[in-house]
């Protein structure tokens, strides 16, 4: 996928990406695909994102903003907080993060987890991030609980000290912990160190990480954290967003009824930030567990608040971020060089880094690679964009953001983007400023801009496959010395919190309202899912269509009975390579020209799969969909499958097997699926990469004959959601698939009615040496099938472990600190579930937590069975959070093709309210004690063997020991 990266303030509604393309003459690109002239170009494009809000601001420095959205019976809520990496002085990195995780174990008049009280009212979309410049905290929550939700936010901010205890403290110390090695863990784990600490000089507020250092973690006190909260948590310090079904009046009387008594506090001093300068260009080469050879260019940039954003955005855009850039067009459909290309920035608001990468091909010397990326981007410097590609980098960039539009809150939506333009600019419209400033731009602006910028010393860090020789326990911190001998800018003043502001009485002011019990819940509006329309093709292809208008977007999926469950065994990577060749164009088009295509429609198809089936996706502006639906037409009918492009595919999808074999979680679930599931068609790898030796001998003609046996119109259905009508949906169908005749051969048919074998509970530990967190995978494979009623089922395992307030993940993450996050679920397809349980914990903890994970599940299905609180928080999270499920057509798409794929009636998400509220204890406890059976779940464990092997005999489980595979 690649990125389609935009300015801060509006990346949260940008949402587009598409596969790599080739190097052919773009002019040679087809133009009949392009929108017609009916006054549908890219300012009245742009003109469709508007996000219309009011403002207000309380004595005590509060800044609301207010957007009305009344599609859906929702508001989200966005507390954002000035106050970042940036803001902590040496000794103190990582207080910002680790604040964010303190605000979510209760306040004053709320103590307990945060979370509990946003799933009993059937929130959706909640948590909190920390970046280098911000704090924020979200959560979308039915109209009627609003109160409580703002009952809840205000009382952390204003009457939290109380809550903070040392205990508190400690645990969030360890959670925080093992979150920064789950990172480290990962291949390419070390690169957050490695840009900061190269870009930016010692002491500088950039320099240190977000997640921080493990010795300034350890020594965090208490009176620490409670002087970070005195210093940078005052209302004048943050900006709330309500935005969904709510008005400027009703939020004016609740915002003041809930925050209007918390005091301001001190004035937060951002520290003074340059965009650092490298004397020269500077190079690293470092050993992590990948698959290939990446190199990285990096630049230091501005931040958001320059002018300079906006051009560089479309810079790197069109550089490696559409599939149609000039570093794919050359490096990897061209000269063959790369297996993949990408240019995109991280942003902060003061300073940034662009940055480009390439992953070498195997068999290619990485010189050669590195002197033909820097003569691309040499030539991109000195040219710039060409008019066609500037025009194709903002229309896509713009049609994802209409998507975006249509959610309120949640991780992007419009309460983000108002937040960040109110929070960074004093302007809740600034993404107006920055879209109209992207329309204006031209080839010369942004060549001038890159110019700028891309001229100065870059750094370059090369990561080699191999065993790293430094791990990231150490890193992460501020470290202050005098870098003037680096001929880096002198590290700034470091930022000290003022230690005399008040005292944590002083901020338990009076309370003008009742904090003595949660207000109450108002009267729900339970879900209306739109009526399910349909109809069928003349060629007999079925049609399930669902109106939604909220944005002028229309999505289109069309799904085959296949999957990754069609490849034999012997061919394992079929499906994914077909998928892949897709991707590189039709019989008419070549892969750029393909992609050139997308762009001008601001269209983007895709191409996936399950285990169960094989899909294909458009999204469209609803204005041009019946020429995107031409070329999906093109797209899923006529693949080109030629020789040279599968070559391309096939090493990238070896590439892909290969990094999935360095990833823990990935490499684990590799090897215990086949473990689980044996003969049984679910017994292959889940990601469907299939098997190497597979992959490097299919043919052109075996894609193809796999094309033609499954893709086919006797084994298609047709899901559309969006800004259009039946008729016109089936008009447009017509047109573009109703000449599409089944072949003459018969259509296939997969079983699924093969044993499983008789589980055997055991552990198969597979060597990963240097893992600083081990990765426990488990797994039972159980008698239910997808079409069941699996009601109770699921309700069980969430209070077991499928929730964030889970006896699992509670037990090792909230209590023992062990875990970032445990859980276990049930994986839902068409035939075989399967309860899985995943927890990746410190490596020294490895078979407690095995332990601990049998005290769980026996005593639940045992005498610790649900308790009548569990089944309140299970019955209110589950009915309550249905409307804020649906609020998207994404979301009603997917809601769609399960009531078909399950043989759900219409109305099943209406009515599975009722069987919701009607659940008692003892039916979650039989479904637990038939399902959830201890003593048949295989684990497979990803870490060091040398650190977790001595551990595993506490366990009782009989164990193995494998090298991991690469």
Avoid at 176 to 201: A, H, M, S, T, W
Avoid at 819 to 830: A, C, E, L, P
Wanted: proline share 5%; aromatic share 8%; charged share 25%.
């Amino acid at each position: 996928m690649k990125r389609l990266s935009m300015m801060t303030s509006v990346l949260a509604l940008a949402l587009g990406g598409c596969a790599t393309v080739a190097d052919t003459d773009m002019a040679a690109a087809p133009v009949a695909a392009a929108p017609d002239a009916e006054g549908d170009d890219l300012a009245q494009l742009v003109d469709q994102v508007q996000i219309p809000y009011e403002t207000f601001t309380l004595p005590n420095g509060l800044t609301t903003v207010v957007h009305t959205d009344r599609k859906a019976p929702l508001v989200a809520v966005s507390v954002w907080y000035d106050v970042g990496s940036k803001h902590e002085p040496a000794g103190k990195t990582g207080f910002a993060h680790l604040f964010e995780h303190l605000m979510f174990n209760g306040s004053e008049n709320a103590d307990g987890d945060f979370f509990e009280p946003l799933q009993q009212v059937g929130a959706t979309g909640f948590n909190g991030t920390t970046n280098a410049d911000r704090t924020n905290y979200f959560e979308t929550v039915p109209t009627a609980a609003l109160d409580r939700v703002l009952m809840l936010e205000s009382d952390r901010m204003g009457y939290l000290l109380g809550a903070v205890t040392q205990e508190k403290l400690d645990n969030q110390i360890g959670v925080v912990q093992n979150e920064k090695r789950r990172g480290d863990n990962q291949p390419f784990g070390l690169l957050r160190y490695e840009v900061v600490e190269n870009i930016f000089p010692r002491g500088h507020p950039y320099y240190h990480s977000t997640i921080g250092s493990m010795d300034d973690l350890t020594n965090a006190s208490l009176d620490d954290v409670k002087d970070w909260f005195k210093d940078h948590y005052g209302p004048n310090n943050a900006v709330l967003v309500l935005a969904g079904d709510i008005d400027l009046a009703t939020a004016k009387e609740k915002v003041t009824e809930w925050f209007g008594a918390i005091p301001r506090g001190d004035e937060v001093v951002d520290p003074a930030i340059t965009v650092p300068q490298l004397a020269a260009d500077k190079q690293k080469i470092i050993k992590d567990q990948v698959s290939t050879t990446r190199i990285y260019r990096m630049w230091p940039i501005p931040g958001e608040t320059s002018a300079d954003t906006v051009p560089l955005a479309l810079a790197q855009t069109t550089l490696g971020g559409l599939a149609s850039s000039r570093l794919d067009n050359a490096l990897v459909r061209g000269q063959g060089l790369a297996v993949s290309v990408s240019s995109w920035a991280w942003t902060n608001e003061d300073a940034g880094v662009f940055i480009v990468q390439a992953d070498l091909k195997p068999g290619v010397e990485r010189a050669a690679l590195e002197a033909a990326l820097d003569q691309q981007i040499a030539q991109f410097i000195t040219e710039g964009p060409t008019t066609d590609e500037l025009d194709r980098s903002k229309t896509s960039i713009v049609s994802g953001l209409i998507g975006g539009l249509e959610s309120v809150g949640g991780f992007g939506g419009k309460a983000v983007t108002l937040a960040e333009g109110e929070l960074y600019h004093d302007n809740p419209g600034h993404y107006r400023t920055q879209l109209e400033s992207m329309v204006d731009a031209t080839p010369a602006s942004v060549r001038a801009v890159t110019q700028k910028w891309l001229t100065k010393p870059r750094f370059s860090l090369i990561v080699e496959p191999g065993e790293r020789t430094e791990g990231g326990e150490n890193r992460g911190g501020a470290v202050v010395a005098d870098t003037t001998g680096e001929g880096l800018n002198a590290a700034p003043v470091e930022f000290y919190c003022n230690p005399d502001f008040c005292d944590p009485d002083a901020m338990r002011m009076t309370k003008a309202q009742d904090r003595s019990q949660l207000p109450p819940v108002g009267q729900l509006t339970d879900l209306d899912f739109p009526d399910i329309e349909r109809a069928t093709l003349s060629n007999g292809m079925e049609v399930y269509f669902a109106r939604r208008d909220a944005v002028p977007k229309v999505t289109v999926r069309m799904v085959f009975d296949a999957g990754y469950t069609a490849d034999d065994r012997d061919e394992l990577g079929t499906q994914s390579l077909m998928l892949a060749a897709m991707d590189e164009g039709t019989d008419d088009l070549d892969a750029t020209q393909l992609a050139i295509a997308q762009e001008r429609l601001g269209a983007s198809i895709n191409g996936f799969a399950n285990l169960d089936e094989t899909s294909f996706q458009l999204s469209s502006l609803s204005t041009r969909l019946a020429p995107s639906l031409d070329l999906f037409a093109d797209f899923v009918r006529n693949p080109g499958f030629r020789a040279d492009d599968l070559e391309r595919v096939r090493s990238q999808q070896l590439n892909r097997i290969s990094a999935e074999m360095k990833n823990p979680s990935s490499a684990g679930q590799r090897v215990l699926t086949p473990l689980v599931f044996g003969p049984h068609p679910y017994g292959i790898p889940g990601s469907g990469l299939g098997d190497a030796a597979v992959v490097e001998g299919l043919t052109p003609a075996e894609l193809d004959a796999a094309h033609q046996r499954w893709i086919r119109p006797d084994n298609a259905q047709v899901f559309v959601v969006g800004d259009t009508t039946l008729a016109e949906t089936v008009s447009l169908l017509e047109a573009s698939f109703g000449d599409w005749k089944a072949p003459a051969t018969a259509l296939p048919a997969k079983t699924y009615d093969v044993d499983v074998p008789a589980p055997e509970a055991r552990i198969v530990l597979l060597n990963r040496p240097n893992s600083p967190q081990s990765v426990i995978l488990g797994a039972r494979v159980l008698d239910t099938r997808g079409t069941d009623d699996n009601t109770v089922l699921i309700a069980a395992n969430e209070v077991l472990g499928g929730s964030f307030l889970s006896r699992i993940n509670m037990n090792l993450r909230e209590t023992k600190g062990w875990s970032y996050g445990s859980r276990s679920g049930v994986t839902y397809n068409r035939d075989r579930l399967v309860y899985a349980v995943q927890a990746e914990v410190q490596a020294d903890r490895t078979g407690d937590s095995i332990v601990e994970l049998e005290k769980e599940i026996t005593g639940f299905v045992g005498d610790n069975g649900v308790t009548p609180a569990e089944l309140e928080r299970t019955i209110n999270g589950n009915v309550r959070e249905l409307p804020g499920q649906f609020e998207t057509s994404n979301s009603v798409l997917a809601g769609m093709v399960n009531i078909v794929k399950y043989d759900r009636p219409d109305d099943y998400y209406e009515t599975i309210a009722d069987k919701y509220r009607a659940l008692t204890a003892e039916e979650l406890a039989k479904a637990a004690r038939e399902n959830f059976v201890y003593g048949d779940i295989v684990y497979v464990v990803v870490g060091d063997a040398e650190v977790v092997e001595p551990q595993l005999e506490r366990t009782g489980l009989p164990y193995t020991v494998q090298e991991l595979d690469h």
